[in-house]
């Protein structure tokens, strides 16, 4: 963030026939100065000039605060604009954030708008950063206040969204990620939040609706019904992007279908030892085996969700895969799902699903990847829909789809269903790029 102070009503009057030892001439003075060194810091962030010596600021800073107590309330507000903008600008936050919270507390009137929202807005990023959600919400509704309810930047209804969200009060924070999405059709970190936000209140309708919008803005997303939070869009490489895919067009599942037999012997000889199910663990808890996405435990709506994690990236993976040498093998020897586990993509399981559960509509992390589900015991009743499109699975059989799509399984069978759940890269990044790509996805944009 880059602010600079506007000139305020204040410094104006100062500037005027006021003796120049006055410290209302002086504090006009100290301003116009860091003024100056403001307006060239920005203009060197930006690459059009050199950079300021910012060690003068502290200086200024200092003269500021010992002319402090003989100002009156204007003075007072106009003084705490300059110290928290100026420690800001040399990158103090722990000495900025008091001196702008009070200028944000100030009444209406008392500091120019622009001055007031500036602080404001200043603030407002490190209180993000903070995660001092109450501020932020405190903040921005004094913003919309002294605007004359309007908002005068989409970051504040943004930021608000965000705080209301962390606040656990998800359907102000959606209204809240609404507003700053109307101002900013192509606001995208807003349309993540807010399609998390909604998917919290289950509104799979609305969330589609509002991708939509960025869909048609250009600038994101191709698809409503595919979200993922991190999507990578354009070339270098592009990816292609369908909900499901012609399970012909791989290799991988090719060699899945041929030792298809091996494959289910294996895990029926298994699950003869292990009676008790101990080894399987339930999606999102610590008993799962991998802790790649605990979040996944919201998903189950009813009944109840079992894996069986062969390649991922906990240590109990290399005692599972003692368990089941030649499907271990069989998937090791894929470099597309091998790399998809070592560099933490995803993973290979058995996954078990008991009559009755629903797995919530969802998308997955990333648009890096796509998934292969080979069908080990599928009775009747087993559905899972992608992209809007329903289908079903068929022992001995592939399906492949992309998991950023929006997807849902339900099983209203009598036996458990389970299949060989296999994430693996998309086709369409080369394997010279993948571990560059896989730092795009460890470092998300703010």
């Known amino acids: ?96 954030l008091g001196p702008l919270m009070q200028v944000m507390r100030a009444p209406k009137g008392v500091l120019a708008l622009s001055d007031q929202l500036s602080a404001i807005l200043v603030a407002l990023q490190m209180l ?26 989409p970051s504040l209804p943004y930021l608000r969204g965000v705080a209301l969200a962390r606040l656990n009060r998800p359907e102000k924070a959606a209204s809240s990620l609404e507003e700053a999405i109307m101002m900013l059709p192509g606001f995208v970190q807003a349309h993540k939040e807010f399609d998390q936000v909604v998917t919290e209140l289950r509104d799979f309708e609305r969330c589609r609706n509002m991708a939509q919008k960025l869909v ?17 869009a354009g070339n270098g490489p592009e990816l292609s992007s369908m909900p499901w895919h012609d399970p012909l067009n791989f290799q991988l599942v090719r060699l899945l279908e041929e030792n298809f037999n091996a494959i289910k012997q294996e895990l029926e000889a298994h699950c003869k030892k292990d009676e008790l199910d101990s080894s399987w663990g339930r999606v999102g808890s610590a008993d799962r085996g991998n802790e790649n996405s605990t979040h996944d435990c919201d998903l189950v709506a009813s009944g109840e969700w079992k894996e069986i994690v062969l390649l991922g990236d906990s240590p109990s993976c290399s005692n599972n895969c003692k368990q089941f040498p030649q499907t271990a093998s069989l998937l090791r020897s894929c470099s597309e799902v091998a ?44 559905e899972i829909t992608c992209g809007g499109e329903t289908r079903s699975w068929e022992e001995g059989k592939c399906i492949v789809f992309d998991d950023s799509f929006e997807h849902e399984v339900t099983h209203s069978g009598k036996r458990p269903r389970t299949v060989l759940l296999v994430n693996f890269w998309h086709p369409d990044v080369p394997p010279s790029r993948r571990v560059e790509m896989m730092r795009e996805l460890e470092c998300p944009k703010p």
């Not at 959600?133 to 005068?152: L, N, Y």
């Open 216 to 232: 048609d803005h250009g600038s994101h997303w191709v698809n409503c019904w595919q979200r993922p939070l991190h999507f990578h």
């Open 128 to 153: 993000h950063k903070l995660k001092r959600w109450a501020h932020i919400v405190q903040a921005s509704d004094k913003a919309f206040e002294i605007a004359d309810q309007v908002w005068a930047d």
């Open 339 to 382: 790399e998809c586990a070592n560099l933490k993509l995803g993973e290979s399981l058995f996954s078990r699903l008991v009559p009755g559960t629903h797995l919530r509509p969802h998308c997955g992390p990333t648009n890096f990847r796509l998934t292969c589900h080979l069908g080990v015991t599928i009775p009747d009743g087993c």
């Open 1 to 96: 963030v880059c602010i600079v102070m506007g000139r305020s009503g204040y410094t104006e009057t100062a500037a005027s026939d006021t003796a120049a030892s006055a410290p209302p001439a002086q504090l006009a003075e100290i301003r116009s100065k860091l003024d100056a060194i403001a307006t060239d810091h920005c203009k060197a962030q930006r690459g059009e000039g050199l950079a300021p010596d910012l060690a003068r600021v502290p200086s200024l800073i200092a003269r500021v605060e010992a002319l402090y107590a003989s100002l009156d309330a204007t003075g007072k507000a106009n003084a705490d604009m300059i110290i928290g903008c100026g420690w800001h600008m040399v990158g103090n936050a722990d000495s900025a």
